[in-house]
């Protein structure tokens, strides 16, 4: 991202003004036991370290005033040797907590808030650049705001100063609330995964989760695919918007009454499938009953019950997704052959 790097950039140009502050603070602690009373010494290291905070706000407002992105919480600071952050009022505002009640913070306040799913790729990006295998640190994750809902970071920083023997001392970095664009991002993903007229996953979906299952040798999974009987009458009789109608009716069904695990499609015009991961075929038999059943109670004006032919299968090893496919909608054809609503698996 092209602005992060003028950020960081100008981050490590301002470091030199800062770095002279922090670098007497070093030499009063280390040698000015010799010259100083105790309370001189403490209130001249007192006195750098309120500079030198000073310094990096002042430094930190001016970027934030510079760069006025939206999401942009400003500029972080971590001094790794005495794990202390530095950081803009508007990173722990954001997650709902008052700056001048958090005061000083070590790097674990923001850790133990990052959401469980991503706390391991955080630390690993992190433990990366420390070591120097990664040119920066750059991350997206989830963090807990004070009420228990999750913010979405973009975090990106950079270690600027190493000691003698390549150990990091200070961490400069920027950080985004994303939360808004990650909600976007879900959106698109939703309506390009959906089929907007029963809320079923697309075949597109359909074909990828497949894939993902079938490279799960070790985790049985069945099909039923399901046609509703018909339905080309229905249409040419009674109207295209009566027959979509239907297919609504007939998707809130199933979404409401299938298992939680399992995963609903729409194949094509009035074809269906159901993804019953973890299932035998008798499991899926006996689900694919209940659900025919309920579906035949659905009365609709005009054309009054619904009612579907369904093919039940089950995948076998190294069964590929066009053999499996096939065998499913053979099983369905039959049945409608058979006289229509009814269910065919293999015995």
Known sequence: MFFVEQVL??????????????????????????????????DRIHYLETQLEHLFKEND??????????????????FYDTNKVTFNDKKVSSLGYDPNVVGTVGFEFFTSKLHPDDYESVMQHMRNHLKGITEAYEVEYRIQH?????????????????????MPIVLQGIVFDITETKKIEDRL????????????????TFFEELEKLTQLEKIPFSLIM????HFKKINDH?????????????????????????????????????ILNQKTLEEAIQIAKELHQGISTIKMPLIGHMTVSMGVAHHQQNESIDDLVKRVDDLMYEAKRSGRNTIKFEE
């Open 189 to 204: 993903r939703f309506l390009s995964e959906r089929d907007a007229l029963t809320n079923f996953f697309n075949r597109r």
């Open 226 to 229: 399901f046609d509703v009987d």
């Open 238 to 274: 009674h109207g295209h918007l009566i027959g979509d109608e239907v297919l609504r009716r007939l998707g809130a069904y199933i979404l409401s009454h299938k298992h939680e695990s399992d995963h609903a499609y729409r194949y094509g015009g009035e074809e269906f499938f159901l």
């Open 9 to 42: 950039n100008k981050v490590v140009h301002d470091k030199i003004r800062m770095n002279h502050v922090y670098q007497e603070k070093r030499y009063f602690m280390a040698k000015s036991y010799e010259t100083f009373e105790k309370k001189q010494l403490i």
């Open 146 to 166: 004070k009420d228990g809902h999750y913010l979405w970071y973009y975090d990106r920083g950079v270690v600027t100063k190493r000691d003698e023997k390549g």
């Open 61 to 78: 407002q001016e970027m934030f005033v510079s760069f006025p992105w939206a999401g942009n919480l400003g500029q972080w600071y971590w």
